[in-house]
């Protein structure tokens, strides 16, 4: 057979397409149309929700090892977690139901005691809730004003409170508004307790340390009194309810070349703080006045007659 009868072209199973370069031109260039039209017409959305939908389900599927992983991890945390809890509560409830019945038990001794003694009940105060208005101007004092005055029965001399203890005392009266000077202003002083000892004394208003502090003055060097000791009204002055909470000690100096020992407090109240207070009657509108002195005896000369 001559060979120019041959056929050259190649079997169709060899045949051959567009190059490489030319396919990747043309996908290039339809999915660059694509982004285009989806991007401005939303051409794509309704394809991307029907495979949404198509692949939830087996999506669901996948995620259920890694759900169930979790659930089981935070469920082991929390059965701890609530064991724990439970056994601190009840922790607490023991030391809780201990103090109560310790509280119980105090109270009936009280009564008794005071049965046996014969003493009368501690005095009901009755109190005003107030507002601090602002501070007073002298920047020299340590004194607020409240939104209470003679229209509301409040009298000088009343002690007023906020939720933590002894805040001050009224000082001034006005008509819609009241001067309360705080305890710790230099010219003011109150009688207090040491809850600790029992040991009496009269705590002073004192900045040289800083801005809020007080000095219990006039103790003893050798005075029972160390840091922490709660210092609270002893109620002696006729002014303050007894029991109230003034302040707590800070500081203890004793000095070998001094008579007294200087010890420094930090009020309970929040003196620069307060906004809400509670004023109080004056704790001498309640107690009975004191008798008036007996006139002297009369005496008689020899002779009977009365003298001058």
């Given at each position: 057979m001559p060979l120019g009868t041959l056929d050259r072209a190649p079997p169709p199973f060899f045949r051959q397409g567009p190059s490489a370069l030319s396919k990747l031109a043309v996908c290039s260039a339809l999915a660059l149309f694509l982004m285009v039209a989806d991007a401005r017409f939303k051409?794509?959305?309704?394809l991307r929700m029907v495979l949404g939908t198509v692949l939830y389900p087996m999506q669901w599927l996948a995620m259920q090892p890694v759900y169930l992983a979790q659930g089981g991890s935070e469920y082991l945390y929390s059965l701890n977690s609530a064991q724990r809890s439970k056994e601190d509560a009840y922790k607490k409830l023991g030391l809780q139901s201990l103090k109560a019945?310790?509280?119980?038990?105090?109270?009936?001794?009280?009564e008794r005691l005071r049965k046996l003694l014969d003493l009368r009940a501690r005095l009901q105060t009755?109190?005003?809730a107030a507002q601090v208005v602002y501070d007073a101007a002298d920047p020299y004092s340590r004194k607020v004003i409240v939104d209470k005055g003679l229209l509301d029965k409040v009298r000088p001399g009343s002690p007023v409170l906020d939720e933590r203890g002894v805040l001050g005392q009224v000082t001034r009266v006005y008509p819609l508004v009241s001067e309360v000077t705080l305890i710790t202003d230099r010219d003011h002083a109150i009688p207090v307790l040491n809850t600790r000892t029992g040991a009496r004394g009269v705590a002073f208003g004192d900045t040289s340390s800083h801005a809020d502090a007080m000095?219990?003055?006039?103790?003893?060097a050798n005075a029972d009194a160390v840091v922490g000791d709660l210092l609270t009204t002893s109620g002696v002055d006729g002014v303050y309810p007894p029991g109230l909470p003034v302040a707590r000690v800070e500081k203890v100096d004793r000095r070998v070349d001094a008579i007294f020992a200087r010890i420094y407090c930090v009020p309970a109240a929040l003196v620069s703080g307060a906004s809400h207070v509670l004023v109080?009657?004056?704790l001498s509108e309640q107690v009975a006045p004191r008798p008036a002195p007996e006139?002297?005896?009369?005496?008689?000369?020899?002779?009977?007659?009365?003298?001058?």
């Open positions: 051409v794509m959305q309704p019945n310790q509280v119980e038990q105090l109270t009936l001794e009280n009755t109190g005003i000095e219990l003055r006039y103790m003893a109080l009657e004056p006139p002297p005896a009369a005496k008689r000369n020899r002779r009977g007659e009365l003298r001058p």
